[in-house]
């Protein structure tokens, strides 16, 4: 055991920290089992048997698709509209720039170098690309029932990425199962609360489960700076990830309220150039050429 003293401490952990569970009613009386999609492994364990996955995003739809695969009769709860975008083609016109052909690292400057007032209309461009793309699929969720939005301001589940972390589905084939039928769909408004054997609906009816998934999500970096660092520090550091009011990620890869503390995350193109300047800050610091934090 040792104790180290380093004079700055970069969180390079993704967007998000702790799972968010969320209060249920009547979950714990439910007698199955009840896990975070954080700990979802695989559907093999439940063959044969019956589950609920409560959420709409890509990781309950991804589950969603393994319990399938594994003959686990599978319903789905939405408690709100989401974004649905297919992986391919959609959601690969955000990386279309890397398909072109010029070098990797052209690729993430250009992206890295739009302002945040253009990122926004060329998402709104993208997302009317996507639904057009999508049509069938879409059309075909809104018919069973399935709540459907394109974000705020229609910039598609990109923008929702970087203002909340989520909120979106990129599809890998649930959708087509669920318009088919062949994994059901619940709203969560119809459910009284949980039971021992299920969920009681508001109707009087019982839906039976075995297995209970909370997709629900987790909580904003901001968490886990307050349970490692302090709420004092939390709340002088502020909001980690979302948008700020100059539109750009706040506290990412730039320098923070509190002294010598850094956060990174995002997806590859983002880390891989802006890891760099990153540490180009730390040297500067560090040789006292940087210059005072600007409110």
């Keep these: 055991e040792r104790t180290v003293k380093p004079k700055h401490l970069v969180f390079a952990n993704g967007v998000s920290s702790y799972p968010f569970i969320p209060e249920l009613p009547g979950l714990s009386d439910f007698k199955g089992d009840v896990i975070h999609s954080e700990g979802f492994q ?31 009769a599978t319903t789905i709860i939405q408690r709100g509209s989401t974004t649905v975008a297919s992986i391919d083609p959609s959601a690969r016109l955000n990386e279309a720039v890397w398909d072109e052909g010029p070098p990797l690292e052209d690729c993430d400057l250009i992206v890295s170098s739009t302002t945040p007032a253009l990122m926004i209309e060329g998402y709104k461009v993208a997302t ?15 018919k069973i029932g399935f709540k ?41 408004e119809d459910i009284d609360s949980f039971v021992a054997e299920g969920a009681s609906l508001k109707d009087g009816s019982t839906v039976p489960a075995d297995l209970i998934v909370l997709a629900t999500g987790y909580y904003p970096q901001k968490e886990l700076v307050r349970r490692a660092l302090g ?52 040297k500067a610091t560090e040789v006292d050429i940087l210059g005072p934090l600007q409110d």
């Design 148 to 188: 459907v939005d394109f974000g705020e301001d229609e910039t598609g589940h990109q923008m929702k990425y970087f203002r909340r972390g989520g909120g979106y589905n990129l599809d890998a084939g649930s959708s087509r199962l669920m318009i088919n039928g062949e994994i059901d769909l619940l709203h969560y």
């Design 128 to 142: 009317q690309s996507m639904i057009k793309l999508d049509k069938d699929m879409l059309e075909g969720l809104k």
């Design 231 to 282: 709420p004092k520090v939390a709340d002088q550091v502020g909001d980690v990830w979302g948008l700020g009011e100059d539109g750009e990620l706040n506290n990412m890869f730039r320098r923070t309220p509190h002294e010598g503390l850094w956060f990174m995350a995002g997806a590859l193109p983002h880390c891989r150039i802006n890891s760099k300047y990153l540490a180009l800050q730390i």
């Design 42 to 72: 695989s559907g093999e364990a439940w063959k044969g048997k019956r589950a609920f996955i409560v959420g709409t995003g890509s990781s309950a739809n991804d589950i969603a698709l393994d319990l399938h695969s594994y003959g686990v």
